[in-house]
């Protein structure tokens, strides 16, 4: 297996022979996740410290249970009553880490670009799980590892990501990594939620659903970031449902056989009609849950097998 990369930081610095890799190993965790022991010894010894800046039930209860089935001793810091909210730096931070001497450190920041700051400072493997509006690359890992399980491959796929581009890391992630291994991406939502200049990166924009959607093989919703919204980006929930909300009308334009995803959390008669998302023939939200496990036991483990082919070093 080739995977050559210190940090997990973000989609767009690996290559597509290291995506591959990632997930072909989050297969096998996916096998020893459904059985009955679901304990592997690869981290033991190895300590993981969670840092989340920002709330995310689901992201950071991956992680921890990702973390503890690889045998790693697992601590989550509660960042609300951190020195950090105290007055004292992300440098400072990163130097009273140090000193704890962590072996990988999961971070999620509201501020785009801390996570590599915090790489730069710390002596140990650090994943970024979510970093203001830049990325959030195990989110985009497992959408590519559900992807890739529902649908046989991974390439010349059509996938229309739908909703809040604007405010999304996720769907930057997965724009970045769906590119890579070559799909068709179209992006698809109001004007008033697409960044400007969003067509440079090789995508098709679409402010239509039915013109979007039309004979899609994926069809990936994103939920409205209302927290990073501070106007009137659309007029009400009950017109964006009308005209960007995924309903069964709306996905009879898609591929008989296209699969339906969300990042959660749903905002269900907002994002997703509710039938659509339970549809377990369509609908593989779920799947998408059990793979991010698998997906941040992968990464965790090729992380801790570069950590420990380098010498220890010493930060001056």
């Known amino acids: 297996m080739r995977f050559d990369q210190r940090h997990l930081l973000g989609i767009e610095a690996l290559r597509p022979d290291e995506i591959t890799t990632l997930l072909d190993l989050a297969d096998k965790y996916v096998t020893l996740n459904r059985s009955r022991n679901k304990r592997s010894g690869i981290l033991s010894g190895l300590t993981q410290v969670n840092m989340f800046f920002e709330n995310s039930t689901r992201t950071q209860a991956s992680f921890e249970l990702a973390g503890k089935r690889l045998g790693a001793d697992v601590m989550s810091m ?54 203001g509006r830049h990325e959030h690359p195990t989110q985009a890992l497992l959408d590519a590892l559900t992807i890739r399980r529902a649908k046989g491959r991974l390439h010349r796929l059509t996938v229309a990501i739908c909703g809040d581009i604007a405010h999304s890391r996720v769907a930057r992630s997965n724009l970045l990594l769906l590119h890579k291994m070559e799909n068709r991406v179209r992006l698809i939502g109001p004007p008033t939620l697409m960044p400007a200049g969003i067509e440079a990166f090789g995508v098709e924009v679409y402010h239509d659903m039915a013109e979007g959607l039309r004979d899609a093989d994926v069809v990936m919703m994103l939920r409205l970031q209302k927290e990073r919204m501070d106007g009137g980006f659309i007029p ?23 699969i339906v995803m969300h990042p959660g959390p749903m905002n269900r008669g907002v994002e997703i009609d509710g039938t659509i998302a339970d549809d377990i023939n369509r609908s593989v939200i779920q799947e998408q849950v059990e793979m991010g496990v698998a997906v941040r036991m992968a990464a965790m483990d090729l992380l801790s097998r570069n950590l420990r082919a380098r010498p220890t070093e010493v930060m001056a």
């Not at 020195?83 to 992300?90: D, N, R, W």
């Not at 130097?95 to 999961?106: F, K, Q, S, Y």
């Not at 009400?236 to 296209?258: P, Q, V």
């Open 78 to 131: 509660a960042m609300a009553a951190s020195s950090i909210k105290k007055g004292e730096t992300l440098v400072d931070t990163a130097l009273t880490l140090n000193a704890m001497h962590p072996d990988l450190l999961v971070v999620r920041h509201p501020n785009s670009g801390a996570v590599d700051l915090l790489s730069q400072k710390v002596n140990c493997a650090v994943i970024n799980a979510g970093d």
């Open 236 to 258: 009400s929930e009950r017109e964006y449902f009308y005209r960007y909300g995924l309903d069964a009308e709306k996905l009879a334009l898609a591929r008989d056989d296209a």
